[in-house]
């Protein structure tokens, strides 16, 4: 028999919010059977929501959930006036985090990732994508996708694993990023897929980082082992990163804030979706902007993510990250929303969730709300009246 979820508010995210006022959802075998007016609800168990709000469940797209150690001590020298190559020789920066990460068992990377993942579900999440890209050797980048596959088998969340070995150049490897790349990061990824550790392969496009021609040859390992890619691009300059991940056919382009013309042309003839990071750009304090005008002109389509690390954006908040979207970068709420739910799906190659339709896996969030603009509307979360997964009402 159907569960028929009665005298709810949805935004089904079809066609902007997809807004039904008196709405119902029906589900069976874990799947979305029907939506739409209540008064046309088929026949089944009902459940009455109590007017409230019904939102798919949300989708964080990008984050580093699993890492070792903090980094508030160098959030504190930064504050206190200490220049980056400061809290470098302190031992501060992703060396720091390098460092606790590769002398973390599994079961401690697991132990510190957990209750980061909890405050995610306790917000409505019920997919999240985590990276690797801490260990920067094949050892501990085995060990962080471990712990990220672990976590989907704990939590009931459908966990994305990326594999982001091209993420910095290890002290060991300094001014040798292409040996890295030949000895640890490459051999770590096809290590990673014959265990099954890895759904997408990620890189960094940066002056500080990998050139476009260095992750070009980590896209060329991802190809041939039939994995998906996406990259963080034009951050903090242009090196042409979002052009290079559309050639590719990426899922998505990360951060952009330095985006040109050419690049947002390049990801809308290719599909690639624009995740957009508001976490790191207020934590670092940055003052260009990613150009969300030139994105909707393209008709690029715009993800939201939290961006989750120890050193540029310390949060598990994902309605905070929509909040942020909409008043630092001037996103509207619902595409703040459709960034969290529909377009985050899609940057992470998922086309069986992120919506309220027949059909879809039935993952939803149930809120104390009446509208969906109230999610980024507050600075912090709407209180969640309960979420289901799967159409377990007891998720």
């Not at 209540?38 to 890492?67: K, N, S, W």
Request: proline letters at 6%.
């Amino acid at each position: 028999m159907a569960t028929i979820l009665t005298n709810a508010v949805l935004a089904t995210m079809a066609g902007g919010y997809g807004l039904i006022p008196r709405g119902a959802v029906a589900m069976e075998g874990g799947r979305i059977l029907w939506a739409g007016p209540e008064a046309e609800a088929p026949p089944g168990e009902r459940h009455d929501m109590g007017g409230r709000l019904i939102t798919p469940a949300l989708i964080d797209c990008h984050t580093h959930l699993v890492f070792g150690g903090q980094r508030a001590r160098e959030f504190e020298m930064r504050l206190n006036g200490a220049s980056y190559e400061e809290v470098a020789r302190a031992g501060g920066g992703i060396v720091s985090t390098v460092a606790a990460t590769r002398g973390a068992s599994e079961e401690a990377l697991v132990a510190q990732a957990l209750p980061r993942l909890d405050q995610m579900i306790a917000e409505g999440v019920g997919t999240v994508e985590v990276k690797s890209g801490y260990g920067l050797d094949v050892e501990t980048e085995l060990r962080m996708l471990r712990a990220a596959r672990r976590l989907g088998q704990m939590r009931d969340v459908r966990i994305i694993t990326t594999f982001l070995g091209a993420h910095a150049v290890p002290p060991e490897y300094k001014g040798r990023a292409g040996d890295y790349l030949a000895e640890q990061a490459i051999p770590a990824l096809r290590a990673a897929h014959a265990e099954g550790l890895v759904d997408a392969v990620d890189g960094f496009c940066e002056g500080i980082a990998f050139s476009p021609d260095q992750i070009a040859q980590v896209f060329a390992a991802a190809k041939a082992l039939g994995l998906p890619v996406k990259l963080h691009a034009e951050q903090l300059s242009n090196l042409g990163g979002a052009a290079l991940a559309a050639r590719h056919g990426a899922l998505s382009a990360d951060h952009l804030e330095w985006l040109d013309d050419d690049g947002a042309r390049a990801m809308a003839a290719a599909g690639t979706v624009a995740v957009i990071l508001p976490g790191a750009f207020y934590t670092l304090r940055e003052t260009r902007l990613p150009p969300i005008d030139l994105l909707r002109t393209h008709g690029v389509p715009m993800a939201v993510a939290t961006d989750c690390n120890p050193g540029t954006a310390p949060m598990t908040s994902l309605c905070l990250a929509m909040n942020m979207a909409c008043t630092l970068f001037r996103m509207t709420p619902q595409e703040a929303l459709a960034g969290a739910t529909a377009h985050a799906a899609h940057a992470l190659g998922l086309s069986d969730r992120g919506r309220i339709a027949p059909g879809l896996i039935a993952d939803l969030a149930v809120w104390e709300a009446g509208h969906p603009a109230e999610l980024a509307y507050r600075i912090g979360p709407t209180p969640l009246h309960r979420r289901i997964i799967g159409g377990r009402l007891d998720a």
